[in-house]
């Protein structure tokens, strides 16, 4: 499976996430999590809006080019809104962004967003929160949005604005291309 972990940090200690790290991975059965691609997005005068985009070829076209900086800017800018982030160069808190194709025709339909606070490999003892999109017809649109807390009850509602937070990283990350 391939995944993302996105990572945001407060480095001026301004009380505000200016960094917005992207690390590409793949899993690899009885190894280490594979790092693929590095990418990061910076905001320079803590407005909320990313300034700086470095990466490579992120939407895995073969090239190294804007739409590239312009997609690591989208994601970025959209992960900074949901305000998880980390004081100064902590890496404790971060997001797992992977999707999934239960009908298996290669269009992906479900999008899922695990925020963990932890160290190490993604796992269960460091999941807060999950929230997912779901492209419900298989029409290749993410119409709703599942979010649970952190005990799986679901009592955790999310409000419009958060849906569609979750629908534009959801939409983001699959033109990343980074997915079976």
């Known amino acids: 499976?391939?995944?993302?972990?996105?990572?945001?940090?407060?480095?001026s200690g301004n009380g505000r996430a200016d960094t917005v790290l992207l690390r590409f991975y793949e899993e690899v059965p009885g190894q280490?999590?594979?790092l693929m691609l590095?990418?990061?997005s910076v905001d320079i005068n803590a407005d909320g809006v990313t300034d700086l985009?470095?990466?490579g070829d992120v939407n895995h076209d073969g090239k190294d080019n804007a739409k590239d900086e312009k997609l690591i800017r989208t994601?970025?800018?959209?992960?900074?809104?949901?305000?998880?982030?980390?004081?100064?160069?902590?890496?404790?808190?971060?997001?797992?962004?992977?999707a999934e194709d239960y009908y298996h025709d290669n269009s992906p339909n479900v999008v899922r967003l695990h925020?963990?606070?932890?160290?190490?490999?993604?796992?269960?003892?460091?999941?807060?929160?999950k929230a997912s999109a779901h492209d419900t017809d298989n029409d290749g649109t993410l119409d709703s949005v599942v979010y649970l807390g952190e005990n799986g009850d679901g009592e955790n509602i999310c409000s419009r604005a958060q849906e569609q937070l979750i629908k534009e990283m959801?939409?983001?990350f699959l033109k990343f291309k980074w997915h079976h």
């Open 32 to 34: 280490p999590d594979k």
């Open 75 to 98: 994601f970025a800018n959209a992960f900074l809104k949901l305000e998880w982030f980390n004081q100064g160069k902590s890496w404790q808190r971060y997001i797992k962004v992977f």
């Open 1 to 11: 499976m391939r995944y993302l972990r996105v990572t945001s940090q407060d480095r």
């Open 38 to 40: 590095k990418a990061s």
């Open 170 to 172: 959801g939409r983001t």
């Open 115 to 129: 925020l963990h606070e932890g160290t190490g490999t993604p796992r269960n003892q460091t999941l807060i929160y």
């Open 53 to 55: 985009q470095c990466g």
